[in-house]
């Protein structure tokens, strides 16, 4: 225990070096007999002199790491059952930090060994649950509570089965620990309130607090099991004693006396509210004859707004709400279950005009706090407000169910919100709240726009009234005039062409509105607007250069990040929309985003530039005009230090691609920078496809001065990842070998000998993939079609190596598979490639024992080539979809800086007959040769190939 100890006090270190020689000392002692036992004794050490607390909890969690790691392996069945009995044992921690990681501690050893080999394991913590003192009995719920969690993970069908058994009786134990604490709570404040109370009593208060919160925890998780307990009385009937408890437990918190114990109390009745929200979302079948009197308790605490003010009180409200949210759209419930006609004959069209009357008048209104923080800090406001977060706050979540009930009810609904919008506009604010319930009223307009769009007529109702209401310039009306622009983007898919003009003009005229908060809400609204299913951006035009100045001012300002990010969002979809009438502003947008690149800045702002950048980009035909400047975005977005760059990194690879897809000559800049492609290929395998575009440009753009630098560190890369890599990732980093041999000269081509020797033996290897093997045939046509004297030679040192066992031609035993993989090409120019280059081979001295192997593929597979060549519908052949310069299906649309490398590619410039006729006609020439081989050819190849020939 002692050296354990020391250990310790190492292992807290702030020495890197002290800190990895102590964990590995440690993990040489985890195999140790004796080890385990000594954790338990400093943990058991509660009045040691020599063991602080911190290192009691300390070895709690090494202890747990020991089960977790050591225990199927190295640890005996004597060891197994110390260590049981020692948890056991500790169950009456006093410590809060340790007892809880005792519980995940046995949580982890029931998952392992309950019940094969700790049968007894649920009656002992019963046992310690019925007769233990109230500390005792709080932390064996804990246990408990871990413990459930544990075997509900569990997987296997006859482990879910055997949980499945114990559920009901531990229900039953922790249903009767649940009910004797929440009497005890009862019954102690009842006396607390009557004067009539002992101290004792309220000292156990809090004991009594956490049993009945753990039982409840415990509860719930055995409710969320494969437990149906839709036919159990006993759960039904806990569900109802929960609910006329929660009331209970609402009066006494309600009341100054209670007041000690209040935080209790409301932590009590939010714990019933998230029981009632969990189970019904994970088992809402389940709520059968307790449904309604969950419905009517969670309407009644939402109608209730007379104590709703108190912010303690705000919570449990947020989950009755959510409650009532659940049930009416919940997608379990069809119109054939009685839970669907329960919840509609609950909620009825007087329940429902109430309930909305309420959270309009009520529940969605701006507050004292929303006001104060508008004022105070409107960026914070802005980013509360885009969040939502309608599961943790009030207005929000009135907001959501509002928008639920509507769109649900709509027909019971929809005629008082009408009715509703009717008078609201006939409405003059003459004091604040007058002022914000006519902005909540607004809000209900916006969430109105898809359910209700042909009973309000928008278009009239802007121009009437709300443009009125615009050019109000009273200091409070800023409310009514973000609503009014939220209000916009809710309805942007609905306005009518003449008047789009007016709302253009409104919304752009609110963009210079002195209130951040309006203008945020306006931007929005020319976000949603540009991105409208009927947009046209001619109608735009008049305003595209104001509003894109008015945002280039606002990012000039100190924002924080998220306003940042939400403004580069806006002129995103500008520029989407827009796209031909954005390119005059090019220079201007990447300047703007200098200023507001920074090393320090968020990585999803640096990704959300560069995506927009991107975008940019492409609206232009070439990016030669700014390439010193797209420079620096790529050159610190593609760094691997960048804390928490993963995806940065993946859009600076993918703007570094389409940049030099747009330039017409590499300087010396990026020459300079290409090794640092080389080490993002080390480490990350998964941007492969687009690290191989890159490097694809630079072998056109940079062609021999690239290669004279860098082409054997390319080498060496590819033949790294060679055989390392799925098929998807094979087929990437094949594509630029193809481009190189089509560029290469003949003098430099042995540079590539690695990769060939690489692909020969993966051809060979039996458990390559069909598929991969294509593209493999396809490196070695075009090497053999480009440079056919090094590929013979290459051939041959293969043959007369040593590790060619077999000592056959290795061309020989290449052919048949060759030959063979020429119907598994999908690709039409593909296969076209591979006939041409195996043709090719007639002429080859040497070949005579395969020439009517040979030639009988030249003339199959050639036929349907051929056909294929002379066909009226070759353009909707299925082509190569990666990269297409060499597979080009029409030349013409290949960019002018491309087209030398199909200048000499047989496979645009050569047709297979003609190809054919022209191997022949070299075979004529040497007549001994030609009559050798024409008496290998079998009379039926001969006639197919003079009739192909003619």
């Known amino acids: 225990m002692e050296q354990l100890l020391n250990l310790f006090g190492s292992l807290w270190s702030n020495d890197y070096a002290t800190r990895v020689q102590a964990e590995e000392k440690l993990s040489e002692w985890e195999k140790s007999p004796g080890y385990s036992a000594a954790l338990f004794d400093i943990i058991a050490a509660k009045k040691s002199e020599f063991v602080n607390e911190h290192s009691r909890l300390y070895a709690a969690i090494i202890a747990k790491h020991f089960v977790e790691t050591q225990w199927d392996h190295n640890v005996s069945e004597e060891e197994k059952v110390t260590i049981r009995n020692r948890i056991i044992s500790l169950i009456g921690e006093e410590s809060d930090r340790i007892a809880t990681q005792l519980a995940l501690l046995l949580g982890m050893l029931a998952r392992k060994e309950f019940p094969r080999k700790w049968p007894d394991l649920v009656e002992v913590l019963f046992l310690m649950i019925t007769e233990g003192s109230p500390l005792l009995r709080v932390r064996t719920l804990l246990m408990l509570k871990h413990v459930i969690a544990a075997l509900r993970s569990r997987c296997m069908l006859h482990q879910k089965r055997q949980f499945a058994e114990i559920v009901p009786s531990i229900f039953e134990v922790v249903y009767r620990i649940w009910t004797d604490s929440n009497q005890q709570i009862t019954s102690t404040i009842t006396s607390v309130f009557k004067g009539v109370s002992s101290q004792d009593q309220i000292n156990y208060l809090p004991n009594f607090f956490e049993i009945l919160y753990l039982s409840t925890k415990v509860l719930t998780g055995l409710c969320l099991t494969g437990y149906n307990w839709s036919e159990s009385q006993l759960v039904n009937y806990f569900i109802n004693t929960m609910i006329q408890s929660s009331k209970e437990l609402i009066e006494f918190a309600i009341d100054p006396k209670a007041e000690v114990v209040k935080s209790h109390l409301v932590k009590i009745i939010c714990l019933y509210g998230k029981f009632l929200i969990k189970t019904h979302q994970y088992k809402p ?282 403004l580069v969002q806006v002129l995103h979809k500008i520029v989407e929309s827009m796209e031909e009438n954005i390119k005059n502003y090019s220079l201007n947008f990447i300047s703007l985003f200098h200023k507001l690149w920074d090393n320090d800045s968020d990585s999803f702002l640096k990704s959300e530039i560069i995506l927009l950048l991107i975008k940019i980009i492409n609206l232009n035909d070439t990016s030669d005009a700014f390439s010193e400047a797209i420079f620096p975005f790529i050159s610190s977005s593609v760094s691997l230090n960048i804390k928490d760059g993963s995806n940065l990194l993946s859009d600076g690879l993918e703007l570094w691609s389409i940049h030099l897809s747009k330039l017409s000559a590499l300087n010396q800049q990026y020459v300079d920078f290409f090794p640092t492609l080389g080490s993002i290929l080390a480490v990350r395998y998964s941007d492969i496809p687009v690290c191989m575009k890159i490097l694809e440009h630079y072998i056109i753009l940079g062609s021999v001065s690239f290669f004279s630098i860098h082409l054997d560190t390319v080498c060496e890369n590819i033949y790294k990842l060679l055989g390392d890599l799925k098929d998807v990732g094979t087929i990437a980093i094949l594509k630029p070998v193809e481009l190189i041999l089509n560029i290469i000269d003949t003098n430099n081509v042995g540079r590539l000998e690695l990769i060939f020797t690489k692909i020969l033996s993966l051809l060979l290897d039996e458990k390559e993939s069909t598929r991969i093997k294509v593209f493999y045939f396809s490196i070695y046509s075009r090497l053999l079609l480009r440079h056919k004297p090094y590929f013979l030679s290459f051939i041959q040192r293969m043959t007369d190596s040593p590790e060619n066992h077999s000592k056959n031609n290795v061309l020989f035993l290449l052919l048949p598979m060759w030959i063979e993989k020429i119907d598994n090409m999908a690709e039409f120019k593909r296969r076209k490639l591979s006939i041409l280059a195996i043709l090719s081979l007639i002429t080859t001295e040497g070949i005579l024992p395969r020439f009517s192997e040979i030639l009988g593929v030249a003339i199959s597979r050639s036929i349907g080539v051929i056909m294929d060549e002379e066909g009226p519908n070759l353009s909707n052949r299925r082509e190569y979809k990666g990269s297409a310069i060499l597979y080009a299906q029409n030349i013409s649309d290949v960019k002018p800086i491309y087209l030398f490398l199909i200048e000499n590619d047989l496979v645009h410039n050569a047709t297979v007959k003609a190809y054919l006729a022209e191997q022949f006609n070299i075979l004529q020439k040497n007549t001994a040769l030609f009559n050798d081989l024409m008496q290998h050819i079998i009379p039926i190849e001969l006639q197919q190939l003079q009739k192909l020939l003619n």
């Open 285 to 566: 079948l389940y709520y059968q004859d307790t449904l309604l009197p969950c419905i009517e308790y969670c309407y009644s605490e939402v109608i209730n707004t007379e104590r709703n003010h108190d912010r303690m009180f705000e919570k449990h409200v947020v989950y009755s709400m959510m409650f009532l949210k659940e049930c009416i759209e919940n997608y379990a419930y069809k119109e054939t279950t009685e839970q669907y006609r329960i919840v509609r004959r609950f909620l009825d069209q007087q329940k429902l005009q109430l309930l909305v009357q309420n959270l309009i008048g009520k529940y969605m209104l701006l507050d004292s706090v929303d006001l104060e923080k508008w004022d105070c800090d409107p960026e914070e406001f802005v980013k509360d407000e885009n969040l939502s977060l309608w599961e943790q706050r009030m207005r929000p979540m009135a907001q959501k169910l509002c928008e639920v009930i509507i769109s649900n009810f709509t027909e019971e609904i929809g005629p008082y919100i009408i009715n509703l919008m009717s008078e609201t506009i006939k409405q003059v604010p003459s004091n604040m709240d007058t002022l914000l319930l006519k902005e909540s009223c607004y809000t209900v307009m916006g969430l109105v726009s898809y359910d209700l769009k042909d009973h309000i007529n928008f278009n009239s109702w802007f121009t009437e009234q709300l443009v009125s209401e615009l050019k109000l310039t009273d200091a409070p009306l800023k409310i009514l005039h973000r609503r009014i622009a939220w209000m916009v983007s809710r309805w942007s898919n609905s306005l009518s062409t003449e008047n789009r003009g007016v709302i253009y003009s409104s919304m752009v005229s609110l963009m210079k509105h002195s209130d951040f908060t309006v203008m945020m809400a306006a931007s929005d609204a020319v976000k949603e607007l540009v991105s409208a299913s009927d947009f046209i951006p001619g109608e735009f035009s008049p305003y595209l250069e104001f509003v894109l100045s008015n945002i280039f001012d606002t990012l000039s300002q100190d924002l924080a990040n998220e306003s940042i990010i939400f």
